[in-house]
């Protein structure tokens, strides 16, 4: 972006992280997500819905985790996506442990 002249901020870097997870590209998506210094609920969130449709259900019921730790809100469709996608891989322990943890780090707010 900035070769091209234009600014990196919030804004533009959530964007860019959500059309490369859109265009298949997680692997650039999470290198983006994991080089920016600020991040917002929709980064969190778009990098979980795309990591979920990744298939990528582990990653992203950490990264949920930690955004959650982080005490950033996050759609409840989001956390069901993923533990649904845990429960559906026959991870029931996985998604109960991060239904705890979630619950627990709501309360440790």
């Known amino acids: 972006m900035n070769v091209m002249g234009f600014d990196s901020n919030l804004v533009a870097l959530n964007c860019l992280i959500d059309g490369l997870g859109k265009s298949g590209q997680i692997d650039r ?7 920016m210094e600020v991040r917002d ?6 990098l979980v819905y795309n990591l979920f449709k ?5 990653f992203a019921s950490e990264l ?3 955004c959650v730790r982080d ?3 996050i759609p409840k469709s989001a956390k ?7 429960r ?6 996985e998604a109960k442990n991060l239904q705890s943890k979630i619950r627990m780090a709501w309360i440790l707010r």
Request: aromatic share 10%.
């Open 54 to 58: 990744a298939r990528r259900y582990k």
């Open 64 to 66: 949920l985790l930690s």
């Open 88 to 93: 559906g891989l026959g991870l029931i322990h």
């Open 29 to 35: 998506a999470i290198r983006l997500f994991d080089s």
């Open 80 to 86: 069901r996506a993923v533990l649904n996608g845990l």
């Open 71 to 73: 005490g950033m809100e």
């Open 41 to 46: 609920s929709f980064t969190y969130t778009s």
